[in-house]
């Protein structure tokens, strides 16, 4: 892949040839891929990337695997929806919703995992894995089925049952572990040192990650090559924030954005596993790992890979982090039901919930142009919204039943 030059360490920059290798040897510190963008700028057109497919392989150009492998389900391309009614609850004024609930497999994580498996069929892999807190699993085994390779997806054993058998019904291998997602976590960095297999999150990381930059490509795009002002964005392992910010700067470098982006970067948390954003409340540089208790499973990571970097993104351009309870989340979820119609898991919930805190606390401002990103849908975690909402009311078939449950004056004729 010409545009790729090799891989660099994030943190004392040692460079390194295209390999399945996610840490440096130096320093341990997470490696990331380089791009030659003067070759990229030389090539790369918004033209070119209209006409290309209406998936996240149109900006294969910025993307570390050729066109030609992908594994393709359709992931990207999803809508990018203004959000008035939702902006007047909020009291801000332009509010945009990148829906990534109409993924392939419902989340954004089909982003990442397109051009993980891609780039593991590059490599000659023959069984993909990786470690997942709901999302991932769902999305690694569908791909996996689709390229035909083999698949372990590893998973804490309470998860949601609606996110268990959207994954199992691919046909690959669902191991349920007894423990936390950090535990998962560690199993699986142990498995990757012993099986040859494409640990999507561990030994693919560097190249999975940059899926997620196709977040910020597409709503560049879609706001006519503009950067919003503003992106909220939730925070797991923190690789998402990073990526989406990353993006934006990138479709600046390679001359696809007339102006070098202003963008502020804003993370939330649930407050059942909050790290980061305790971090950024604290004044502090240290996240400390936590052991998480939170509905929002998907975000449920004590010790994220990439908080410190997230932390550092948004001290950097003057962002905010909020952390939400379990309540705010729930209602946070209904709220972009109620006002914009779409449904979205509690990660969701988490990020219009903390979009409130962060509008309330003046960190987030009218005169912004907010891009908030849900990152997957409600049907995975309906048991977070099922206690609370059902019908409205239940009748014997007849009108007189109706007309006793609704006082027909308060109704439209
Ligand atoms: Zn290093």
């Not at 545009?3 to 943190?11: D, H, I, K, P, W």
């Not at 936590?290 to 962002?319: C, E, H």
Request: hydrophobic content about 40%; aromatic content about 8%.
């Amino acid at each position: 892949m010409a545009n790729v030059t090799g891989l660099r360490c994030r943190e004392c920059g040692h460079e390194y040839e295209v390999a399945p290798i996610y840490t440096c040897e130096w320093c341990f510190g997470p490696l990331e891929v380089v791009y030659d963008y003067d070759r990229i700028r030389s090539s790369i057109s918004r033209e070119k990337i209209a006409n290309g497919p209406r998936t996240i392989w149109r900006y294969a150009d910025l993307l570390p695997v050729d066109r030609g492998n992908a594994v393709d389900l359709g992931a990207g391309y999803t809508p990018l929806v203004r959000a008035e009614r939702l902006a007047a609850e909020l009291g801000l004024g332009e509010v945009w919703i990148k829906n990534d609930t109409l993924n392939p497999t419902n989340s954004f994580k089909d982003r990442v995992t397109s051009v993980a498996l891609s780039k593991a069929l590059e490599f000659g892999f023959k069984t993909a894995a990786c470690a997942s807190t709901g999302n991932l699993a769902n999305s690694v085994a569908a791909h996996a089925a689709r390229a035909g390779l083999r698949s372990f997806v590893f998973i804490p054993a309470d998860l949601e049952q609606g996110k268990i058998v959207t994954t199992a019904v691919y046909g690959g291998n669902v191991v349920a572990i007894e423990g936390n997602y950090d535990d998962v976590n560690r199993l699986c960095a142990e498995l990757a040192g012993t099986y040859k297999w494409a640990f999507v999150n561990v030994n693919i990381r560097p190249f999975y990650a940059e899926g997620s930059k196709t977040l910020a490509f597409e709503t560049a795009e879609q706001l006519g090559w503009e950067s919003p002002d503003h992106v909220v964005v939730p925070i797991a392992s923190g690789s998402l924030l990073t990526k989406i910010r990353k993006g934006f700067d990138e479709l600046f470098k390679v001359g696809l954005l007339d102006h070098a982006p202003e963008l502020r970067v804003s993370g939330a948390q649930a407050t059942g596993c909050s790290p980061v954003a305790t971090a950024w409340l604290e004044g502090s540089d240290t996240i400390k790992p936590v052991k998480p208790k939170t509905i929002a499973k998907s975000l449920a990571i004590g010790n994220p890979a990439d908080g410190y970097f997230a932390l550092d993104a948004v001290r950097q351009s003057g962002g905010g982090l909020a952390a939400v309870t379990d309540d705010e989340i729930v209602e946070g979820i209904r709220l972009l039901a109620r006002t914009e119609g779409i449904f979205a898991e509690t990660a969701g919930g988490v990020t219009i919930a903390s979009l409130r805190h962060l509008a309330e606390q003046g960190i987030v401002k009218k005169d912004e142009r907010v891009v908030a990103y849900i990152t997957g849908h409600g049907l995975k975690t309906i048991d977070a919204v099922a206690p609370v909402v059902g019908p409205t009311a239940t009748i014997a078939p007849t009108l007189d039943a109706f007309h006793a449950a609704f006082d027909p004056s308060t109704i439209d004729h």
